[in-house]
Structures are given as structure tokens and as C-alpha cells.
């Protein structure tokens, strides 16, 4: 009848699964929390322990609790999504800050490069010439989040010699010292997202283990002013598990 509850056809343990699922998106259960044990979870959801135990493994699989042997299960929680270039400018904007909820950021460097092929294609320049390499790690409770760079003109350290400072801007982010000294806005960017198997390089950026074998995502903005110019080309790795998350109107 309207207005009454469909009936749940989902196997048990996908029930199980999705009620631990949903107290940890809605942080009832914290990271460090800890899930009952597997006899518990069976005698308390009427299945049996091999059961139980699948719906742990469901949970573990998506990353969101650890068995820890001798102790239990232990909620990990929802890792922060990973952001792109243009999120992180965007939150910047209204927070004063490119970081997410639980992140911090370190290993800051900075410095004027001979520019990499791809690079250059990026900001219109030629390979090998001149350009501002700005890289730092952003990291949350479990690890690394991403490894970002900033490809920025070198025109722009006449102005901002700071950016090929290897420390943490004061003010905002570079763009927004770039639109403050020179008066140069983004007004449009492009994005695009990729995923390839983790390179000896990336995988030394991320901290990883030389033959570590994992796919990633690869985040990169280009953001352009009135006249066409690029201001910056960012380029964001992801860490191996963590994923990408959008939420969009449905028009009827």
C-alpha cells in the first residue's frame, strides 16, 4: 500500500553491511570504533557466522572498517574525497583554505624548472623553458590523500617571487596573490580527469613502495583568464583507494 515501507529483499548480510554502513556515514560510529565480534554480530542479527563474517568482509572490502587480529573490527570511516585542482581553489574562495575536512598539508617545495613536455603543451609554452614548479602532499587520519603541483608561469615571480619559495603561501593561493598583484583573473578552467598505473615517479610522490602495483586518478585543472592565458596548470595524484564524489541536481 502507499505510503508503507518496501519489504527488504537484500540478502542478510547486505543488510547487515548497509546498517553499519549508514552508522558510519552519518559518524554514529567513529574511526577507532569497534564493531562486535562476529559470534556477537551473527547472534544478534539471527545468521550465521559465516554470515556475519561476509558482511564484515563487504565492509573491509570498501575500505571502511580493518580486522585487527585479537581485537575486532575497527571502523577506518569515509576517507576525504579526493578534490581536484578547481575544488580546492573553489574552497579556498569561501574558506580562506584549500584543505578538507581532516587534512593537513606538508612538504612544500618550490622553484624555477625547466619545463616537461606536457607541461609546456599546458601553458602554451615551449619544453624546457622557464616555469614555477609548486608541489605539496596533502594527508589526512589514514595517509596520503593526494600529491599536488602547481605549473605557473614564470613571468609571475618578478611579481610574487615568493611562489618559487619552497614554503606555504600566506594570503591565499597562488592565484589569488597572482590576481592581487597583477589584477590577472581566472575567469574560466578546464578539467579533466584520468586513471593509469601508478609510474615509478608517482609512486615515489606518494610515498609508495617501488613495485607497488596500483591505478590512480589523475586530476588536472588549467585555469585561464579574459584573454585566453594560462594562469596555472594543477596536477593532483590521488592515492591508490581514494575516490572521486559528485552530487548533481536531477531535472525533471
Known amino acids: 500500500m502507499p505510503g508503507q515501507p518496501r519489504a ?11 546498517h553499519y554502513r549508514a552508522l558510519i556515514d552519518s559518524e554514529e560510529l567513529a574511526a577507532g570504533d569497534l564493531l562486535p565480534s562476529i559470534r556477537a554480530l551473527a547472534d544478534q542479527w539471527n545468521v550465521s557466522t559465516a554470515t556475519a563474517d561476509r558482511a ?3 565492509l573491509r572490502d570498501e575500505k571502511l572498517v580493518n580486522g585487527i587480529p585479537g581485537v575486532g573490527t575497527e571502523v577506518v570511516g569515509r576517507a576525504v574525497p579526493l578534490a581536484s585542482g578547481s575544488e580546492r581553489h573553489d574552497r579556498s574562495s569561501k574558506t580562506q583554505s584549500s584543505w578538507g575536512v581532516g587534512e593537513k598539508s606538508s612538504g612544500h617545495t618550490a622553484g624555477i624548472v625547466a619545463a616537461p613536455e606536457d607541461v609546456a603543451y599546458a601553458l602554451g609554452i615551449d619544453p624546457g623553458d622557464d616555469v ?6 596533502y594527508r589526512d587520519a589514514h595517509g596520503i590523500v593526494s600529491h599536488s603541483t602547481s605549473w605557473i ?36 578552467r578546464v578539467d579533466e580527469e584520468t586513471a593509469r598505473i ?25 585555469f585561464l583568464d579574459a584573454d585566453e592565458q594560462v594562469l ?9 583507494g581514494r575516490t572521486r564524489r559528485s552530487t548533481s541536481e536531477v531535472l525533471r
Open 56 to 58: 564484515m568482509k563487504l
Open 153 to 188: 608561469p614564470a613571468e609571475f615571480a618578478r611579481a610574487l617571487p615568493e611562489l618559487a619559495k619552497s614554503e606555504r603561501l600566506k594570503g591565499g593561493l597562488s592565484l589569488d596573490l597572482i590576481a592581487e598583484a597583477t589584477g590577472r583573473q581566472v575567469t574560466h
Open 232 to 240: 596555472e596548470y594543477g596536477v593532483d595524484l590521488g592515492a591508490p
Open 8 to 18: 527488504d529483499n537484500r540478502p542478510p548480510y547486505a543488510r547487515i553491511a548497509a
Open 132 to 137: 614555477i614548479r609548486r608541489s605539496r602532499v
Open 198 to 222: 601508478a609510474t615509478p615517479e608517482d609512486l615515489e610522490l606518494l610515498e609508495l613502495e617501488a613495485d607497488t602495483v596500483a591505478a590512480i586518478l589523475v586530476l588536472t585543472a588549467r
